[in-house]
């Protein structure tokens, strides 16, 4: 595109940038210029325009995304370090690159920045030329963090000669393997799996936060302070964190005082040719912000210690200043009057393509545009399976097309391209005769998303409960019952270094065990606090719990059996798939869906078109797209002619399920209908005729749905949703109704991967652990009452048109709140529900919230399990300190349904100081902020909870005798035996005594969690491959195998080898064996007598035989053991 601004004195105007021509036209503007800046209005336009933009660029292009840090004014807190890692390598290609594109927006250009000269210091390029001393040295400078593990960007961990870095500038973490001082190998490592992969030969290493305090900082800061606040300023704790050179989440508030020199991100771009464009006028929306940081000020500054705002905001001098050199243009939508500095861009709209599925060809829009029109066509396909459908398309007009990877071309030969890839909306160029068309245009609204990448482990790693051990965590020891973890002790026992895991029972007894017996401990999940009742040692007490627990869980596993086989003996209706019309319904999902979400649909397609009666049960979170797997099944069962009613609990949930439902089916010719008590009467007994008449094919309901007054003409799905808040009454109706029909059943509540595995043996269920892939972590804060906050808080999430959660859980108070509330914003529309109104006033108070009456809704926790409101996406917790930690997840979990930003404010009393344990929950609460994070909470009420649900109420008495984890251990292996009769042992079960150290030692793994975890991992092994791929993960991440760790391997493969050999005990001494067997009836004598003189063979008492031994080759000695066992049996 030839360079049409070139005057830096004009205001330019662009318009006529139709769908994403924007960043279509930008990337050829931005050709004729070292730099191009784009200011946006937030952080999702920054991420969605870059993705685009990307795709027209290619590869040769720095894109970089200076991101805001989305605070209030003058807010102090620690910031995403994803936000902090984007805005980080802006400056790192801004200081490398020549020709940048840099997305940003008003608020982010508005701040004053570190200055550059400053900057360019925190970046190092390191290779194999990097010294050991070196290297930790700047580390430690650019305020890394060392950790055991590196997990995150900003974190480095040290094993001997292994450094592990995650730069905070590279998208891999860095292994890097020394030979004394100097790189022997450079590799990028998998963060879930720790594997190292690909070797490199150099990298970046950022620094971990934008503002590095040093001695220089130091000394400018002591004498800045002196001029702008008064002498008790020194006795703040916001001084004393930056003397001491502590991390200080405000360093960004007082820049000005730490440098002599803040720059703004305009000064920052180097080059002779640079252009602004802007869909507002830059100038304007930076003084909004300007006065908004001057309100906040005017309003504080006698109260706390902040800076002028003129000081952190870019005046309006300096912006002149520093854009006087620089092109500016103004982006338009629409198309412009054209003058001297207004022009159009070269773009037009597209016509509607979208298919019409109530139509007898519903590509019939699509097919005359690519027929009757010239232009060069592009389809940019954000999903596989779409992709696969417009080439069915094509194929079936005869039209050839190519597939294409980038759209980097000056020309295009041929009339059809694809490549999947997202645009948001399509465009034509009309002087270069080409159409861009996207998912959108032919299939609907779309939602963006970027792939998540997969964990993948070869060993099933449920290590984490053991891994999360603490001091005084309550287990369970499959012999000795429940007691409590002490730590690991290293003993000497007769010149043997051994590490032993020390548990505390009953009366102050101790117990140490073995880390080799790691696989009969479980954490134990049942009572809480610390009044679990311990056992005692030398009794059969536990003996006779745990025989008891084992009858009662047989009993559950032969009715789960029983249910099982009766629904397989019985046939039920056989639908019949017409794959294209499904597939076109399919494909109008806005969102791309998750890997557990395809597999759950998969399953649930193929019981329909069995002919067994389905009975299947989908957990999985809020939001986490179990609708969609229902509404694919009641299209099915529509398309067959057979009619699906959705149970749910409450007239609320109805309302919701109804409005998504018809939202979805809107472009087919399925008829959806609902009966609910929010209807007229008029309206309800026209609605029942229909579905006798056969008129509706999709009913959704409450428990009115199983009245006998309701007659249906082809019931054959029953969709239930979160079955255990029905009645019991409701409950037997709802056996009834199963009987030979296909069912789906609906929860929310968390099975963990145990139980999982329990039912799945005897039960047909989907569990869905990922969540969308859009989906962003929650901002979490935790604040003292501060009605400045709270009204910035408040008056965000209603300027961009969503609604607040404010969560009080004083009803007696709850009046005085209301009124605190509209002190802080007097146009706020206020609701209120709590858990002693009348249901039926709940309901009407949730339907007007819902219909976006009411800006705010102050309620208690009765919130705790309610809705999926994808507009309320901020949430106000008073008192939060008050609260569980599992229950503030929850309640926090009611917002960031969508690829909205949600926050959360833990709110605490301003005055009132708060306990040691309300501290570290809401320490806990705020550093888990990811995604599916509730796992690693004090998730065992949730456990037991999802227990009692699938498994009977009844069963949380065992569960809590004998501890979660045994109890599903023993469901299991009870289901597993009467399936197969196959009661395999446990390597576990075998005791070896070896007179040798085996033992990870603290030099190898100095972290004792980890050490925990490695040990359980070793114990868990079910096979020699599992055993050899551990050690190469071992010897991947910490260097090779010291002595010690070697010989509990050996014992962990021979313990393998011995399994199912009848082996008890073995004690190794100097010179001679003991085996102790546990059955000897199994045992052949003839073969004993005829080995005896081989291996030196005499026979003890207690079922033992012993014999010599000549060598002390651990390796060789395993080997003579198990030939000998092998040769008797």
Same mark, same amino acid.
Not at 128 to 152: A, G, I, P
């Given at each position: 595109?030839?360079?049409?601004?070139?005057?830096?004195?004009?205001?330019?105007?662009?318009?006529?940038?139709?769908?994403?021509?924007?960043?279509?036209?930008?990337?050829?503007?931005?050709?004729? @210029?070292?730099?191009?800046?784009?200011?946006?209005?937030?952080?999702?336009?920054?991420?969605?325009?870059?993705?685009?933009?990307?795709?027209?660029?290619?590869?040769?292009?720095?894109?970089?995304?200076?991101?805001?840090?989305?605070?209030?004014?003058?807010?102090?807190?620690? $910031? &995403?370090?994803?936000?902090?890692?984007?805005?980080?390598?802006?400056?790192?290609?801004?200081?490398?690159?020549?020709?940048?594109?840099?997305?940003?927006?008003?608020?982010?250009?508005?701040?004053?920045? +570190?200055?550059?000269?400053?900057?360019?210091?925190?970046?190092?390029?390191?290779?194999?030329?990097?010294?050991?001393?070196?290297?930790?040295?700047?580390?430690?400078?650019?305020?890394?963090?060392?950790?055991?593990?590196?997990?995150?960007?900003?974190? $480095?961990?040290?094993?001997?000669?292994?450094?592990?870095?995650? %730069?905070?500038?590279?998208?891999?973490?860095?292994?890097?393997?020394?030979?004394?001082?100097?790189?022997?190998?450079?590799?990028?490592?998998?963060?879930?799996?720790?594997?190292?992969?690909?070797?490199?030969?150099?990298?970046?290493?950022?620094?971990?936060?934008?503002?590095?305090?040093?001695?220089?900082?130091?000394?400018?800061?002591?004498?800045?302070?002196?001029?702008?606040?008064?002498?008790?300023?020194?006795?703040?704790?916001?001084?004393?964190?930056?003397?001491?050179?502590?991390?200080?989440?405000?360093?960004?508030?007082?820049?000005?005082?730490?440098?002599?020199?803040?720059?703004? #991100?305009?000064?920052?771009?180097?080059?002779?040719?640079?252009?602004?464009?802007? #869909?507002?006028?830059?100038?304007?929306?930076?003084?909004?912000?300007?006065?908004?940081?001057?309100?906040?000020?005017?309003?504080?500054?006698?109260?706390?210690?902040?800076?002028?705002?003129?000081?952190?905001?870019?005046?309006?001098?300096?912006?002149?200043?520093?854009?006087?050199?620089?092109?500016?243009?103004?982006?338009?939508?629409?198309?412009?009057?054209?003058?001297?500095?207004?022009?159009?861009?070269?773009?037009?709209?597209?016509?509607?393509?979208?298919?019409?599925?109530?139509?007898?060809?519903?590509?019939?829009?699509?097919?005359?545009?690519?027929?009757?029109?010239?232009?060069?066509?592009?389809?940019?396909? &954000?999903?596989?399976?779409?992709?696969?459908?417009?080439?069915?398309?094509?194929?079936?007009?005869?039209?050839?097309?190519?597939?294409?990877?980038?759209?980097?071309?000056?020309?295009? %030969?041929?009339?059809?391209?694809?490549?999947?890839? $997202?645009?948001?909306?399509?465009?034509?160029?009309?002087?270069?005769?080409?159409?861009?068309?996207?998912?959108?245009?032919?299939?609907?609204?779309?939602?963006?998303?970027?792939?998540?990448?997969?964990?993948?482990?070869?060993?099933?790693?449920?290590?984490? &409960?053991?891994?999360?051990?603490?001091?005084?965590?309550?287990?369970?020891?499959?012999?000795?019952?429940?007691?409590?973890?002490?730590?690991?002790?290293?003993?000497?026992?007769?010149?043997?270094?051994?590490?032993?895991?020390?548990?505390?029972?009953?009366?102050?007894?101790?117990?140490?065990?073995?880390?080799?017996?790691?696989?009969?401990?479980?954490?134990?999940?049942?009572?809480?606090?610390?009044?679990?009742?311990?056992?005692?040692?030398?009794?059969?007490?536990?003996?006779?719990?745990?025989?008891?627990?084992?009858?009662?869980?047989?009993?559950?596993?032969?009715?789960?059996?029983?249910?099982?086989?009766?629904?397989?003996?019985?046939?039920?209706?056989?639908?019949?798939?017409?794959?294209?019309?499904?597939?076109?319904?399919?494909?109008?999902?806005?969102?791309?869906?998750?890997?557990?979400?395809?597999?759950?649909?998969?399953?649930?397609?193929?019981?329909?078109?069995?002919?067994?009666?389905?009975?299947?049960?989908?957990?999985?979170?809020?939001?986490?797209?179990? +609708?969609?797997?229902?509404?694919?099944?009641?299209?099915?069962?529509?398309?067959?002619?057979?009619?699906?009613?959705?149970?749910?609990?409450?007239?609320?949930?109805?309302?919701?399920?109804?409005?998504?439902?018809?939202?979805?089916?809107?472009?087919?010719?399925?008829?959806?209908?609902?009966?609910?008590?929010?209807?007229?009467?008029?309206?309800?007994?026209?609605?029942?005729?229909?579905?006798?008449?056969?008129?509706?094919?999709?009913?959704?309901?409450?428990?009115?749905?199983?009245?006998?007054?309701?007659?249906?003409?082809?019931?054959?799905?029953?969709?239930?949703?979160?079955?255990?808040?029905?009645?019991?009454?409701?409950?037997?109706?709802?056996?009834?109704?199963?009987?030979?029909?296909?069912?789906?059943?609906? +929860?929310?509540?968390?099975?963990?991967?145990?139980?999982?595995?329990?039912?799945?043996?005897?039960?047909? #269920?989907?569990?869905?652990?990922?969540?969308?892939?859009?989906?962003?972590?929650?901002?979490?804060?935790?604040?003292?009452?501060?009605?400045?906050?709270?009204?910035?808080?408040?008056?965000?999430?209603?300027?961009?048109?969503?609604?607040?959660?404010?969560?009080?859980?004083?009803?007696?108070?709850?009046?005085?709140?209301?009124?605190?509330?509209?002190?802080?914003?007097?146009?706020?529309?206020?609701?209120?529900?709590?858990?002693?109104?009348?249901?039926?006033?709940?309901?009407?108070?949730?339907?007007?919230?819902?219909?976006?009456?009411?800006?705010?809704?102050?309620?208690?926790?009765?919130?705790?399990?309610?809705?999926?409101?994808?507009?309320?996406?901020?949430?106000?917790?008073?008192?939060?300190?008050?609260?569980?930690?599992?229950?503030?997840?929850?309640?926090?979990?009611?917002?960031?349904?969508?690829?909205?930003?949600?926050?959360?404010?833990?709110?605490?009393?301003?005055?009132?100081?708060?306990?040691? &344990?309300?501290?570290?929950?809401?320490?806990?609460?705020?550093?888990?902020?990811?995604?599916?994070?509730?796992?690693?909470?004090?998730?065992?009420? #949730?456990?037991?909870?999802?227990?009692?649900?699938?498994?009977?109420?009844?069963?949380?008495?065992?569960?809590?005798?004998?501890?979660?984890?045994?109890?599903?251990?023993?469901?299991?292996?009870?289901?597993?035996?009467?399936?197969?009769?196959?009661?395999?042992?446990?390597?576990?079960?075998?005791?070896?005594?070896?007179?040798?150290?085996?033992?990870?030692?603290?030099?190898?793994?100095?972290?004792?969690?980890?050490?925990?975890? @490695?040990?359980?991992?070793?114990?868990?092994?079910?096979?020699?491959?599992?055993?050899?791929?551990?050690?190469?993960?071992?010897?991947?991440?910490?260097?090779?195998?010291?002595?010690?760790?070697?010989?509990?391997?050996?014992?962990?493969?021979?313990?393998?080898?011995?399994?199912?050999?009848?082996?008890?005990?073995?004690?190794?001494?100097?010179?001679?064996?003991?085996?102790?067997?546990?059955?000897?009836?199994?045992?052949?004598?003839?073969?004993?007598?005829?080995?005896?003189?081989? $291996?030196?063979?005499?026979?003890?008492?207690?079922?033992?035989?012993?014999?010599?031994?000549?060598?002390?080759?651990?390796?060789?000695?395993?080997?003579?053991?198990?030939?000998?066992?092998?040769?008797?049996?």
């Amino acid at each position: 595109m030839k360079n049409i601004f070139k005057d830096n004195t004009k205001n330019y105007i662009y318009g006529g940038l139709y769908g994403s021509s924007g960043s279509y036209v930008i990337n050829k503007i931005s050709s004729n @210029y070292d730099n191009t800046i784009i200011l946006l209005n937030n952080n999702s336009e920054i991420v969605n325009f870059s993705n685009e933009l990307k795709l027209f660029s290619g590869e040769d292009k720095k894109i970089s995304q200076f991101l805001e840090i989305e605070s209030f004014p003058y807010e102090s807190f620690i $910031y &995403d370090i994803n936000i902090l890692s984007e805005r980080l390598k802006t400056y790192k290609n801004i200081i490398n690159t020549k020709k940048n594109i840099i997305v940003t927006s008003y608020s982010a250009v508005s701040k004053y920045l +570190t200055p550059k000269d400053t900057i360019v210091k925190y970046f190092y390029q390191i290779n194999k030329e990097c010294k050991y001393n070196n290297l930790l040295s700047s580390l430690k400078d650019l305020r890394y963090d060392r950790t055991q593990k590196v997990l995150n960007k900003g974190e $480095y961990a040290i094993r001997g000669s292994i450094v592990d870095i995650f %730069s905070t500038v590279e998208d891999q973490p860095i292994r890097i393997n020394f030979d004394g001082d100097d790189p022997e190998t450079i590799k990028v490592f998998n963060l879930d799996s720790q594997i190292s992969n690909n070797s490199i030969d150099t990298f970046t290493l950022g620094p971990a936060t934008e503002v590095i305090i040093t001695n220089e900082v130091l000394k400018t800061y002591k004498e800045k302070c002196k001029n702008v606040f008064d002498h008790e300023y020194m006795d703040d704790i916001e001084y004393d964190k930056i003397i001491n050179n502590l991390p200080h989440p405000s360093a960004l508030n007082i820049l000005p005082i730490l440098f002599d020199n803040v720059t703004s #991100l305009f000064d920052l771009v180097i080059g002779n040719k640079n252009i602004i464009l802007s #869909l507002k006028n830059p100038y304007t929306k930076i003084h909004a912000i300007r006065e908004r940081y001057k309100d906040f000020y005017d309003k504080n500054k006698e109260k706390k210690y902040i800076l002028d705002y003129k000081t952190l905001i870019v005046s309006n001098d300096d912006l002149l200043k520093s854009t006087s050199e620089m092109i500016k243009c103004s982006l338009s939508l629409y198309k412009v009057e054209t003058s001297l500095v207004a022009m159009n861009s070269p773009i037009r709209k597209l016509p509607s393509l979208l298919i019409n599925n109530t139509f007898k060809d519903p590509y019939k829009s699509l097919k005359d545009y690519i027929q009757k029109n010239d232009n060069t066509i592009i389809f940019c396909i &954000d999903r596989k399976s779409l992709v696969i459908e417009i080439q069915k398309l094509l194929d079936s007009l005869n039209l050839k097309y190519d597939l294409l990877t980038d759209l980097n071309k000056s020309s295009y %030969s041929k009339k059809i391209y694809i490549i999947e890839s $997202y645009i948001d909306d399509g465009f034509i160029d009309y002087e270069k005769n080409i159409s861009f068309i996207s998912s959108k245009d032919i299939f609907g609204s779309r939602s963006i998303s970027i792939p998540r990448k997969s964990k993948n482990r070869l060993i099933d790693n449920y290590v984490n &409960d053991i891994s999360t051990l603490e001091i005084d965590s309550p287990v369970v020891h499959d012999s000795y019952g429940v007691g409590r973890y002490k730590g690991l002790v290293n003993m000497d026992i007769e010149g043997i270094q051994t590490e032993l895991i020390k548990l505390e029972y009953s009366n102050d007894d101790i117990l140490y065990i073995p880390v080799t017996s790691i696989n009969l401990l479980k954490k134990y999940s049942g009572h809480t606090g610390l009044n679990i009742p311990l056992h005692n040692l030398g009794t059969d007490y536990w003996i006779k719990i745990k025989n008891r627990a084992k009858k009662k869980i047989n009993d559950i596993a032969v009715e789960l059996l029983e249910v099982e086989s009766k629904r397989l003996a019985s046939k039920g209706f056989c639908f019949k798939n017409n794959p294209d019309e499904y597939q076109r319904f399919c494909d109008t999902f806005p969102y791309e869906e998750t890997n557990d979400q395809i597999k759950a649909i998969d399953n649930v397609i193929i019981d329909m078109q069995s002919n067994k009666p389905m009975d299947r049960l989908i957990c999985g979170d809020v939001g986490f797209g179990k +609708t969609e797997i229902i509404m694919r099944a009641s299209f099915l069962s529509a398309i067959n002619n057979c009619q699906t009613i959705i149970l749910a609990p409450t007239t609320i949930l109805v309302e919701q399920h109804y409005k998504s439902f018809l939202n979805r089916f809107s472009s087919t010719a399925i008829n959806i209908g609902r009966v609910s008590r929010l209807q007229s009467t008029k309206d309800k007994k026209e609605t029942l005729s229909k579905i006798k008449n056969g008129e509706i094919d999709i009913i959704i309901g409450t428990h009115a749905l199983l009245s006998k007054n309701i007659e249906y003409k082809n019931l054959k799905l029953l969709v239930i949703d979160e079955e255990h808040k029905f009645g019991v009454t409701d409950k037997e109706k709802i056996k009834k109704l199963k009987t030979n029909i296909d069912v789906i059943t609906l +929860t929310a509540t968390p099975i963990p991967r145990t139980l999982n595995s329990a039912l799945s043996q005897v039960k047909d #269920l989907s569990v869905m652990v990922t969540p969308p892939q859009n989906r962003k972590s929650i901002v979490t804060r935790i604040v003292k009452w501060d009605k400045d906050i709270l009204i910035e808080a408040i008056d965000r999430e209603i300027q961009r048109g969503g609604q607040i959660y404010y969560v009080h859980n004083e009803i007696s108070t709850m009046d005085n709140e209301i009124e605190k509330i509209s002190l802080l914003n007097n146009k706020i529309k206020i609701g209120r529900i709590h858990g002693q109104l009348d249901p039926k006033h709940i309901e009407i108070e949730m339907h007007k919230f819902l219909n976006r009456e009411y800006d705010l809704l102050i309620c208690t926790s009765i919130i705790e399990s309610g809705l999926d409101i994808q507009n309320v996406n901020t949430i106000i917790i008073n008192n939060s300190n008050k609260f569980g930690l599992s229950q503030l997840h929850q309640i926090r979990g009611r917002v960031g349904r969508t690829n909205r930003q949600a926050y959360a404010y833990m709110v605490i009393p301003e005055y009132t100081p708060i306990t040691k &344990d309300a501290e570290k929950r809401l320490e806990a609460i705020d550093s888990v902020e990811s995604l599916g994070g509730g796992l690693e909470l004090a998730t065992h009420d #949730l456990e037991i909870r999802g227990a009692g649900e699938i498994l009977g109420e009844e069963q949380s008495g065992q569960i809590y005798e004998i501890g979660y984890a045994m109890f599903t251990d023993i469901l299991n292996k009870s289901i597993e035996f009467l399936k197969t009769g196959d009661n395999e042992d446990d390597p576990d079960s075998i005791e070896i005594d070896v007179n040798k150290s085996c033992l990870i030692s603290q030099d190898y793994i100095n972290d004792i969690l980890t050490r925990l975890k @490695y040990y359980k991992k070793i114990s868990s092994c079910k096979n020699f491959d599992e055993v050899t791929y551990l050690c190469d993960e071992l010897i991947d991440i910490y260097g090779p195998l010291p002595d010690y760790l070697e010989n509990l391997i050996m014992i962990t493969k021979l313990k393998l080898q011995l399994r199912d050999k009848n082996v008890k005990y073995i004690k190794i001494l100097e010179k001679t064996i003991n085996i102790e067997f546990k059955d000897k009836e199994k045992i052949n004598p003839e073969k004993i007598i005829s080995n005896m003189n081989q $291996y030196d063979i005499k026979i003890l008492k207690n079922n033992m035989i012993q014999f010599s031994l000549d060598n002390d080759d651990l390796f060789k000695i395993s080997e003579k053991i198990n030939n000998l066992v092998g040769s008797i049996l």
